[in-house]
């Protein structure tokens, strides 16, 4: 969400964590790998900065950690990596969804090297804001994604973001959704797919895709069966008037718009069969009527 949207990073610090950062409206993406030349290249999540390129006011490493694999450590030198590459101030976010990695990440950081010990922004499950306000979820989809993957047990906050979601134009929705999908629990998944199926939900996680194909193919093959009834029933409605205009009685409009109106297959039968010795039409349906009773 941060890769399409980076003044996000910027929010999340400021506004949620009350980071001083510089007021600018320039935020950008910045590239990812750091080339430390004496050891391999390495990847940080994603690399935001604030101010123009040519004279970078302040720099946000994101990183995502469900779990506590990787060191520290490493924090540290992405965050060293982006000073020397930008010659500017560094933050590190580090969003976690587990309560264990926030804990893990929010401690100060023991680089090796004396006086410099960073401590990473953590942005764990305890300072996102459980949104259940449709309004406001729709004013922070990003957000209320977040919500979800993390209060997603409270019906009302997927409610808010299936409702936000529904009313949205924002091109983005389908990814915040897959995001919120891929990184939420089991029973949180099976609420989503229950609310799902009872609103207006749009088709962008795979499974709504699932469910949405299941009934086009379901569809699909009702409308085949429903197509195949009624081209049988206009043939056999077909095949009455031929024969009624073949024994040269007369057919009134009334009595030809009953007959090609029928889609019981079975009726429609039973005036065939009586339309080759019938004499008129009052006998013709009042001999299948008797048989209907």
Same mark, same amino acid.
């Given at each position: 969400?941060?890769?399409?949207?980076?003044?996000?990073?910027?929010?999340?610090?400021?506004?949620?964590?009350?980071?001083?950062?510089?007021?600018?409206?320039?935020?950008?993406?910045?590239?990812?790998?750091? =080339?430390?030349?004496?050891?391999? *290249?390495?990847?940080? *999540?994603?690399?935001?900065?604030?101010?123009?390129?040519?004279?970078?006011?302040?720099?946000?490493?994101?990183?995502?950690? =469900?779990?506590?694999?990787?060191?520290?450590?490493?924090?540290?030198?992405?965050?060293?990596?982006?000073?020397?590459?930008?010659?500017?101030?560094?933050?590190?976010?580090?969003?976690?969804?587990?309560?264990?990695?926030?804990?893990?990440?929010?401690?100060?950081?023991?680089?090796?090297?004396?006086?410099?010990?960073?401590?990473?922004?953590?942005?764990?499950?305890?300072?996102?804001?459980?949104?259940?306000?449709?309004?406001?979820?729709?004013?922070?989809?990003?957000?209320?994604?977040?919500?979800?993957?993390?209060?997603?047990?409270?019906?009302?906050?997927?409610?808010?973001?299936?409702?936000?979601?529904?009313?949205?134009?924002?091109?983005?929705?389908?990814?915040?959704?897959?995001?919120?999908?891929?990184?939420?629990?089991?029973?949180?998944?099976?609420?989503?797919?229950?609310?799902?199926?009872?609103?207006?939900?749009?088709?962008?996680?795979?499974?709504?895709?699932?469910?949405?194909?299941?009934?086009?193919?379901?569809?699909?093959?009702?409308?085949?069966?429903?197509?195949?009834?009624?081209?049988?029933? =206009?043939?056999?409605?077909?095949?009455?008037?031929?024969?009624?205009?073949?024994?040269?009685?007369?057919?009134?409009?009334?009595?030809?718009?009953?007959?090609?109106?029928?889609? *019981?297959?079975?009726?429609?039968?039973?005036?065939?069969?009586?339309?080759?010795?019938?004499?008129?039409?009052?006998?013709?349906?009042?001999?299948?009527?008797?048989?209907?009773?």
């Amino acid at each position: 969400m941060i890769s399409d949207r980076p003044q996000l990073a910027v929010e999340i610090l400021r506004d949620l964590m009350g980071v001083d950062l510089p007021a600018t409206s320039l935020v950008r993406l910045e590239d990812k790998t750091f =080339n430390t030349r004496t050891s391999d *290249d390495f990847d940080a *999540d994603l690399v935001v900065v604030l101010g123009p390129p040519q004279s970078p006011a302040h720099a946000i490493i994101v990183e995502v950690q =469900n779990d506590k694999s990787k060191p520290p450590r490493q924090l540290a030198r992405y965050a060293a990596a982006v000073w020397l590459m930008l010659g500017c101030d560094v933050t590190v976010l580090v969003i976690c969804p587990t309560r264990s990695a926030a804990t893990y990440y929010a401690q100060p950081i023991d680089s090796g090297l004396s006086g410099y010990r960073p401590q990473a922004c953590v942005l764990g499950p305890d300072d996102i804001p459980a949104i259940t306000d449709p309004q406001e979820a729709a004013a922070h989809l990003e957000l209320s994604a977040m919500s979800l993957m993390i209060h997603g047990r409270d019906r009302k906050v997927v409610e808010a973001f299936a409702t936000a979601l529904a009313d949205t134009r924002d091109e983005h929705a389908p990814k915040y959704t897959e995001y919120a999908y891929s990184m939420a629990t089991p029973e949180i998944r099976r609420l989503m797919e229950e609310i799902m199926t009872s609103t207006h939900w749009p088709v962008y996680t795979p499974w709504a895709r699932e469910h949405f194909g299941r009934g086009l193919k379901e569809g699909e093959a009702k409308g085949k069966a429903e197509g195949k009834a009624e081209g049988e029933a =206009n043939e056999a409605a077909r095949s009455v008037l031929l024969v009624l205009a073949a024994r040269g009685l007369d057919v009134p409009d009334d009595a030809r718009a009953r007959i090609t109106a029928c889609t *019981d297959l079975a009726q429609l039968e039973a005036w065939l069969t009586l339309a080759v010795t019938a004499q008129t039409l009052d006998e013709l349906f009042n001999e299948t009527a008797e048989q209907h009773r």
